[in-house]
């Protein structure tokens, strides 16, 4: 076994092993990337026994000093006569653009043990697609192909192996056969089998349906068999619940695109005819008519053959949008996580064996195997639930993209909100076109904003009230009239700001015009209570999301001399205040976390029912729901969202508010939305109540640009960890004097921030600390990035998780 790259960064592995290899007998060799070992790929020699093999099909293979049976994946083959003669590794250039980094050892190749898989799992355009992943979110080569085959798959969840039978002789043949026949069972297999159309393997019937059709034994069929008049056939299938549940369909009305829908109807037509690659954003407010485009498009893509793939957030997955494209299209398969195992496996073989030609799933879903793949689709292409927040980090929208340049698709990115990076996208780049929806398709009264100021509203005064007079009176009067309503409490990370309850003033940036947030921090032995400031408190400090600069936090109020408070919110406690203050009204509570999947469709059903009156939550609840009785909405606090600690704050907070919005107005009745904030002014809100997108974009851009951050800069985060803070501060260290003197060797532009503790900054018993790199291009980020990983792994040895454009910096 050999070790090709020596690409140590994230651990250590000794390959100085023996090989096991039976020379004689191998003329390929093959390359193996393993989930689980660093960013590496080893070389083994595969017994002839095995050939042929193709990149994507997995092997298990001997590893380490012990020789423990390892799954990887065969990533490249070569026949062995092409290696280099006195050298023990694949010539360079064996993979395009891999070359070895340094000094090719002599070691003694190991040989493959088992060939898992009869066919690839990954094909080579998707095998493509996981090197670009590699290079580009910088991660191991074999943790990406083992995010892109579903766990269900690679088990082989719901296959059963059993026996069926088929008629073996011909049809214009069995009159004759069974004239001859004397068992009166015998007659009726054939009959039944000649019924079935099971005249080849294909079309075999299931050896027991059939005897229990027959009502015989085995007896029969085991004499028919003699006689060679069917066969018996060993068949492995996959069997599970469909994965669309029937009766769940929607009627269909053929409508009539507006002039708006049909504008941007030609323009896709265009696209797809063209057939070249292309993005196009498709900005378009709530019920503007983008989901019936995206079916359009669609439909043209497979009247020219090809193929679709839709991306849904997942928790709009479990609404109505599946069954609307269920209901118009035949060839459907689905990918979510609520699908079982098995359903799971079914789904994604009937993509790989050509049996569907559209899919819908969440972020994973862009790895489907769909050949011919002509669209791609990202729906809420803002969100950031795209991103997958463990290895491989990639943002499913941007593989998106990725994908659809290689193979010449189009691809339709959909959004009420889209991001700033991709309306920057549309400015900058030729290949991206921007396609605006800028009606409500029925013209629905947009509903009422109010907004209610918590500073003047008392809100601090009485004790922490979650829901303001104005909030309370809304309630009541909804719930007389027999309405319901819903009310936000957006709990994502920590909510916690920095307040003076007596003279409301907040805590703001020395450089930017943003307020500070407090973050804790854990890490020991840090008492700083005394500067020449004054007394400061201990236990964190406040940070700028934008210019990321930390300070300590006064113990008193700047201005006023009183004691800061810290404020932080809490649905259980919402739930608590509303129980008390509407006794006799029915609430539920629905949160991500506290939630399993059954209970939230229970209480969806006994809501849209009328046996809850006011659901409280978080976010899940403001996506996708559609219940014509909600008049009233309420964001308990639109700040929460405001003051978490990452520079997207702004973004959220206008995306949540206008979501939700599109939400209330989607009633026929007129809908009220209460908005609750101690910052009236903060242009976010501001820009949200008025519905003013370009306003927002404008104001938020200007920040953005003149702090360096995306979309005009782009940003990676490394974050290090470990159990023991010294070790992980000597690691971090030396990871900052390693990227420094790289940016000075290669005089990349780039800012390097940190190390610092994270915002969270211990989970899990372990200590966080992050450095932040900022650079005007990505390609500055590849270049630095595929530099580190070619040298010697960090030590002290901790654990290093690599961001590349993430979409917060908790
Ligand atoms: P979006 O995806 O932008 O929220 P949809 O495509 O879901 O919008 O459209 C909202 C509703 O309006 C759906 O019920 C859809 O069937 C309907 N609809 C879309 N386009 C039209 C149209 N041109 N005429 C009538 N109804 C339409
Ligand atoms: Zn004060
Ligand atoms: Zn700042």
Redesign the pocket.
């Given at each position: 076994m050999i070790k090709y790259h020596t690409e140590n960064l994230f651990t250590v592995i000794d390959s100085r092993l023996h090989g096991n290899d039976k020379e004689t007998s191998c003329h390929h060799i093959i390359r193996v990337a393993f989930e689980s070992a660093a960013d590496t790929e080893f070389d083994y020699l595969l017994p002839d026994r095995f050939w042929p093999i193709e990149a994507g099909q997995r092997v298990e293979v001997p590893f380490g000093k012990k020789n423990k049976l390892e799954v990887g994946f065969c990533v490249a083959v070569v026949e062995k006569a092409q290696r280099h003669k006195g050298t023990k590794c694949l010539a360079p250039g064996f993979i395009p653009g891999v070359q070895p980094k340094r000094k090719e050892r002599k070691f003694k190749l190991k040989a493959v043990e088992k060939v898992i898989d009869k066919e690839p799992l990954i094909n080579a355009e998707l095998m493509e697609l996981a090197r670009w992943i590699r290079s580009y979110y910088v991660c191991p080569l074999g943790q990406v192909l083992a995010a892109m085959v579903p766990r269900a798959v690679k088990k082989g969840a719901g296959a059963r192996t059993g026996k069926y039978i088929y008629l073996a002789i011909a049809a214009e043949n069995i009159d004759e056969t069974t004239k001859k026949l004397r068992g009166r069972r015998q007659k009726q297999i054939i009959e039944h089998l000649q019924q079935k159309d099971a005249f080849n393997s294909e079309a075999a019937l299931e050896l027991q349906s059939v005897l229990a059709e027959i009502g015989c034994g085995r007896e029969p069929v085991k004499k028919l068999a003699q006689k060679q008049i069917i066969k018996i056939a060993e068949k492995t299938i996959l069997k599970s619940l469909p994965a669309i549940p029937k009766g769940m369909t929607i009627k269909t009305e053929k409508?009539?695109?507006?002039e708006d829908?049909q504008k941007a109807l030609v323009h896709f037509k265009s696209e797809i005819e063209s057939g070249k690659f292309g993005v196009t954003l498709l900005y378009?407010v709530?019920?503007?008519?983008?989901?019936?485009l995206y079916i359009r498009a669609i439909e043209e893509i497979l009247r020219k053959g090809k193929s679709a793939i839709v991306l849904l957030p997942e928790i709009a997955l479990t609404t109505q949008t599946v069954q609307r494209f269920n209901a118009r299209f035949q060839r459907i398969a689905v990918m979510h996580s609520g699908l079982t195992a098995a359903q799971r496996n079914v789904q994604w073989q009937k993509i790989k064996s050509g049996q569907a030609d559209v899919v819908i799933g969440a972020r994973s879903a862009v790895f489907a195997p769909l050949p011919r793949l002509g669209l791609i689709v990202v729906d809420e292409e803002h969100e950031p639930s795209y991103k997958q927040d463990t290895a491989p980090r990639y943002n499913g929208r941007d593989v998106a993209i990725k994908r659809a340049q290689l193979v010449n698709a189009h691809c339709i990115l959909g959004s009420a909100t889209p991001s700033l990076e991709t309306l920057s996208n549309c400015r900058s780049k030729k290949y991206f076109s921007l396609v605006h929806l800028p009606k409500r398709?029925?013209n629905l009264p947009m509903p009422q904003m109010k907004l209610v100021d918590l500073q003047q509203a008392g809100f601090v005064k009485k004790g922490m009230n979650l829901i303001s007079e104005p909030l309370a009176e809304g309630l009541r009067q909804t719930l007389a009239k027999k309405e319901q309503a819903i009310l936000l409490l957006n709990r994502r990370g920590y909510s916690n700001f920095i307040f003076c309850p007596s003279c409301k003033h907040t805590l703001h940036c020395r450089n930017c015009d943003v307020t500070l947030t407090f973050h804790r921090s854990e890490a020991p032995g840090r008492e700083r209570m005394r500067t020449v400031t004054g007394k400061h408190m201990a236990s964190g400090y406040a940070v700028c999301h934008y210019c990321l600069a930390q300070t300590l936090v006064p113990e008193k109020c700047p201005l006023c001399g009183s004691g800061l408070a810290m404020i932080g919110l809490g649905s259980q406690r919402l739930k608590e205040e509303l129980e008390k203050k509407f006794p006799q009204a029915h609430i539920s509570r629905v949160d991500s976390d506290s939630m399993a999947k059954g209970d939230y469709y229970k209480v969806l059903k006994d809501f849209s029912e009328g046996r809850i009156d006011i659901l409280a939550g978080t976010q899940m609840l403001a996506k996708g729901l559609h219940f014509p009785n909600v008049t009233l909405v309420g964001i308990i606090s639109a700040d929460t969202c405001l003051y978490l600690p990452d520079f997207r704050a702004n973004e959220r907070t206008f995306q949540l508010i206008c979501h939700v919005a599109g939400r209330a107005g989607r009633s026929a009745k007129k809908g009220t939305v209460f908005v609750q904030t101690f910052l009236p002014n903060q242009p976010a809100i501001k820009f949200a109540l008025a519905g003013d997108f370009n306003g927002f974009v404008t104001e938020e851009l200007k920040h953005r640009k003149a702090c360096n951050l995306p979309p005009f800069w782009r940003l990676a985060v490394v974050t290090l960890r470990d159990r023991t803070f010294d070790k992980l501060e000597i690691a971090c260290n030396r990871m900052r004097e390693k990227i420094d003197r790289i940016i000075q060797r290669k005089k990349l532009r780039a800012i390097v921030r940190g190390p610092m503790p994270a915002m969270i900054s211990r989970i899990q018993r372990f200590h966080r600390m992050q450095i932040i790199i900022q650079a005007p291009q990505a390609e500055i980020l590849q270049e630095l990035f595929n530099s580190l990983r070619g040298e010697q792994p960090i030590r002290p040895a901790v654990k290093i998780a690599i961001d590349i454009d993430p979409v917060n910096l908790l």
């Open positions: 409508v009539i695109l507006n829908q378009g709530t019920d503007s008519g983008k989901t019936e398709v029925m």
